[in-house]
């Protein structure tokens, strides 16, 4: 089993930047994607960018062109660099990673973006 701890979540005024981490550890070797997801207003839950074992990236429609996910495979660990912050980036960042037919969840990371 895989275990994912973020960091790096914070309040921030709109047009800041912040940076979440990743951590992954325990049975790690069969990831073949990684991803950030969302829960803002409302408690939904949406996409917001994903990382494949090959190094190809996708992206939520909302924040392309302002947010950039990368990984550090030697340090176990992917990245969400957030600039250009919106208060509809408001909410907690959840790290997850697929293994095959399975998926593993961090606990989650706030963000807040003020106005």
């Known amino acids: 089993q895989v275990q994912l701890v973020e960091s790096g979540g914070a309040s921030v005024q709109a047009g800041g930047s912040l940076r979440l981490s990743c951590a992954a550890s325990?049975?790690?070797?069969?990831?073949?994607?990684m991803g950030w997801y969302r829960r803002t207003a409302g408690n939904q839950r949406e996409l917001v960018a994903g990382i494949t074992n090959d190094g190809s990236t996708f992206y939520g429609d909302s924040v392309k062109g302002r947010f950039t996910i990368s990984r550090d495979n030697a340090q176990n660990t992917v990245y969400l660099q957030m600039n250009s912050l919106k208060p509809e980036d408001t909410g907690v960042y959840l790290c997850n990673a697929g293994q095959g037919r399975a998926a593993a969840w961090g606990q989650g990371t706030a963000v807040t973006v003020s106005s």
């Open positions: 325990g049975s790690i070797t069969g990831i073949n994607v």
